[in-house]
């Protein structure tokens, strides 16, 4: 995978607090990250230094491979966006809001008011074009600003607890945009205590505790339609999975501890057979699956054998 991110010696201190203290991280393109810990533990500092609206205290910060010096911090702004828990809109209509970074850069007036109204249809606010931004409610606050976020040219997003001021009816809506962001291959970061969105989203994790990470999990988790056959089990997943190459090493199976290897993956990636190693039963692995769902996470993945 390509390198998005990658940081080296990072904190942050404010006063005599260290709020970040990250020795290494690097970050890959693409998929969807989730950033968890309790309140305190720098998720958010993290979200607005990977944003470039934070310097760090000390460290260094190299983006898409390139090292992003402070001086040079503003001009990567609308590459990596960072939406709040709750987004600040503009006095003005939403229309105005998401056409605001294209009058910034100079785009003229009929198309970038053509392309604001492409986002709003994208991410369902077409009728609320004309409405006050401060008005809107939550859920619509999110939707419009990653809308915005969309027309500055993101290439990452950053989220910041976005369904935390979003009533449970609008919920499943825009988690379902975010992920068809992601499948649309827009990078995306995002802190939450969620349970359901972090099960719904997220396909790696980083957690952190104290500004510390304690845990980077470059797995991912793939869900899908389990068969068994005389040898083997056989999932298959479904078009949105995430997409990979080679041979993989499976971690884990739900209620199942014995590894496996993937045998074969075909050209449309979306089956994946396995065949379980240390003389593991297929009978109880099926049993214990307890449905036709096995949950599967990648280890690390390799390329072809020649």
């Known amino acids: ?150 027309a500055a040219g993101a290439e990452v997003l950053l989220l910041d607890e976005p369904t935390a001021s979003v009533d449970a009816a609008a919920r499943g809506s825009l988690t379902e945009l975010i992920a068809s962001l992601a499948r649309e291959g827009l990078s995306i970061i995002l802190a939450t205590h969620d349970q359901a969105l972090e099960e719904r989203l997220v396909q790696r994790k980083i957690r952190l505790l104290d500004g510390k990470i304690v845990q980077a999990e470059n797995s991912l988790t793939l869900v899908g339609e389990l068969t068994v056959a005389a040898d083997c089990l056989t999932l298959l997943l479904p078009p949105e999975a995430p997409r990979l190459n080679g041979r993989l090493k499976i971690l884990s199976l739900t209620r199942q501890t014995e590894s496996a290897l993937v045998e074969a993956l075909d050209e449309s990636q979306v089956k994946v057979t396995v065949r379980l190693s240390g003389g593991a039963s297929l009978e109880r692995a099926w049993s214990l699956t307890l449905g036709d769902t096995l949950e599967a996470r990648v280890l690390a993945a390799k390329a072809p054998e020649a």
């Open 1 to 150: 995978m390509t390198e998005l991110y990658r940081l080296e010696k990072v904190s942050q201190v404010f006063g005599d607090r260290v709020v970040l203290d990250i020795e290494s991280l690097q970050l890959e393109k693409r998929g969807i990250l989730g950033l968890l810990g309790p309140n305190g533990s720098g998720k958010t500092t993290l979200l607005k230094i990977l944003a470039f609206l934070e310097r760090p205290t000390q460290g260094r910060i190299f983006f898409q491979g390139q090292e992003v010096a402070p001086r040079e911090m503003a001009a990567f702004r609308s590459k990596a966006v960072w939406s709040p828990q709750y987004p600040i809109m503009f006095s003005g209509s939403l229309l105005y809001n998401v056409e605001f970074p294209l009058k910034i850069k100079g785009i003229p007036a009929a198309t970038r008011r053509k392309r604001a109204l492409e986002l709003l249809e994208l991410v369902g606010l077409t009728e609320l074009v004309k409405a006050p931004a401060p008005k809107l409610s939550g859920g619509e606050s999110q939707r419009a600003s990653l809308a915005r976020a969309l």
